[in-house]
């Protein structure tokens, strides 16, 4: 899925490149030099978040989450699952047969839905470069307000799927 | 460290982490390393589309539009033209970033612009329509409805509280000065 939407985009953007340079070879051109720049700029950060990514991956394996979120439906489920949830980076095609099986073995509504939110809405790992291109006050107060949103909507979903 | 340009510094950080990670936790190194190296394939793949599109962005739209369509005047077209800018969006949150970077710079209003990162982050069509398969359709559906919901509550806030503090940062793909056109 992400293979076939990844090709969309590489063919997007390379048509997107002709016409820019039937209509204007010269403005295709500095577009191409502009964004060869930023390609390069990018890459410190994001290799290192690469680098983190694996580290976080390592010690913190996304298998924990099926081995200590599938049985307890608590409240500190929960909390431990929007944690994990923020901590981490699984990518959806990993993370949703994950959340379904927790699911099944018995975890809440609440804590999958926690998981989810804060997995998608809050980055800790990509935070390097969400304060490279954000700024730092902004990346904090985006974060942290993504998190509490997350519990509120875990909340709100126990409540509405129960 | 003042020697050392300020870019290099934390990808200089994290390699020694892993340095000293490797021979400390062997089993824990290899699978960081797999693991890295599988990230890194996505991202080789992900972020050239991606910056060379931010590049004609930069050449083709005038700030006027994006200021009209998207600005701090926009009201609820803007609103809607953002949500779907990110849920339509191909591709991880770091390389939701740049183009955020890129819209601000633009003239979007901080407020579209985090309600465009919020639904990139968690209200991707391909994501949700996985989703449904896996946890139900009712599940799915709610979750977007109140991711929605989160992102109208967070970028408020944000654009009252966090406001004044946009500029700073340097451009997604250029230098400042020669940003000015």
Same mark, same amino acid.
């Given at each position: 899925?992400?293979?076939?939407?990844?090709? &969309?985009?590489?063919?997007?953007?390379? $048509?997107?490149?002709?016409?820019?340079?039937?209509?204007?070879?010269?403005?295709?051109?500095?577009?191409?030099?502009?964004?060869?720049?930023?390609?390069?700029?990018?890459? +410190?950060?994001?290799?290192?978040?690469?680098?983190?990514?694996?580290?976080?991956?390592?010690?913190?394996?996304?298998?924990?989450? /099926?081995?200590?979120?599938?049985?307890?439906?608590?409240?500190?489920? /929960?909390?431990?699952?929007?944690? &994990? $949830?923020?901590?981490?980076?699984?990518?959806?095609?990993?993370?949703?047969?994950?959340?379904?099986?927790?699911?099944?073995? $018995?975890?809440?509504?609440?804590?999958?839905?926690? &998981? =989810?939110? /804060?997995? /998608?809405?809050?980055?800790?790992?990509?935070? +390097?470069?969400? =304060?490279?291109?954000? $700024?730092?006050?902004?990346?904090?107060?985006?974060?942290?307000?993504? &998190?509490?949103?997350?519990?509120?909507?875990?909340?709100?979903?126990?409540?509405?799927?129960? | 460290?003042?020697?050392?340009?300020?870019?290099?510094?934390?990808?200089?950080?994290?390699?020694?982490?892993?340095? @000293?990670?490797?021979?400390?936790?062997?089993? %824990?190194? *290899? @699978?960081? #390393?797999?693991?890295?190296?599988?990230?890194?394939?996505?991202?080789? !793949?992900?972020?050239?589309?991606?910056?060379?599109?931010?590049?004609?962005?930069?050449?083709?739209?005038?700030?006027?539009?994006?200021?009209?369509?998207?600005? *701090?005047?926009?009201?609820?077209?803007?609103?809607?033209?953002?949500?779907?800018?990110?849920?339509?969006?191909?591709?991880?949150?770091?390389?939701?970033?740049?183009?955020?970077?890129?819209?601000?710079?633009?003239?979007?209003?901080?407020?579209? @612009?985090?309600?465009?990162?919020?639904?990139?982050?968690? #209200?991707?069509?391909?994501?949700?329509?996985?989703?449904?398969?896996?946890?139900?359709?009712?599940?799915? !559906? !709610?979750?977007?409805?109140?991711?929605?919901?989160?992102?109208?509550?967070?970028?408020?806030?944000? %654009? *009252?509280?966090?406001?004044?503090?946009?500029?700073?940062?340097?451009?997604?793909?250029?230098?400042?000065?020669? *940003?000015?056109?």
């Amino acid at each position: 899925m992400q293979i076939v939407l990844t090709r &969309f985009l590489w063919i997007v953007v390379l $048509g997107a490149y002709v016409v820019s340079w039937l209509k204007a070879p010269e403005k295709a051109k500095r577009a191409a030099r502009a964004g060869l720049m930023g390609l390069a700029k990018a890459a +410190p950060v994001m290799l290192s978040i690469v680098v983190i990514i694996g580290l976080v991956m390592a010690f913190v394996p996304p298998e924990w989450i /099926t081995r200590y979120l599938g049985h307890d439906a608590g409240l500190w489920a /929960t909390a431990a699952a929007a944690i &994990f $949830g923020a901590l981490t980076l699984i990518p959806c095609m990993v993370a949703l047969p994950l959340a379904a099986s927790i699911f099944r073995e $018995g975890a809440s509504v609440a804590t999958v839905a926690a &998981f =989810i939110s /804060t997995l /998608t809405m809050v980055g800790v790992v990509t935070a +390097p470069a969400e =304060i490279k291109y954000m $700024g730092k006050p902004l990346t904090i107060w985006r974060n942290v307000l993504s &998190f509490l949103a997350a519990i509120v909507i875990a909340g709100v979903m126990a409540v509405v799927l129960r | 460290m003042k020697r050392i340009p300020k870019e290099l510094r934390s990808i200089i950080m994290v390699a020694v982490l892993f340095v @000293v990670v490797m021979p400390l936790a062997p089993a %824990q190194g *290899r @699978v960081a #390393g797999a693991a890295s190296l599988e990230y890194l394939k996505e991202m080789a !793949l992900i972020l050239p589309p991606v910056f060379f599109l931010i590049g004609l962005l930069e050449m083709w739209v005038p700030r006027s539009m994006v200021e009209k369509y998207l600005g *701090r005047k926009s009201g609820i077209a803007g609103f809607v033209i953002s949500a779907l800018l990110g849920s339509v969006a191909v591709g991880p949150m770091y390389a939701a970033f740049p183009f955020a970077r890129t819209l601000l710079d633009k003239g979007t209003s901080l407020f579209n @612009v985090v309600v465009f990162l919020t639904m990139w982050a968690a #209200g991707k069509i391909p994501t949700v329509m996985m989703e449904a398969k896996f946890m139900g359709v009712e599940f799915a !559906l !709610l979750r977007l409805g109140l991711t929605v919901a989160a992102s109208v509550v967070i970028a408020w806030v944000m %654009q *009252r509280l966090a406001s004044p503090q946009v500029s700073a940062q340097p451009s997604a793909i250029e230098d400042r000065v020669s *940003r000015n056109s």
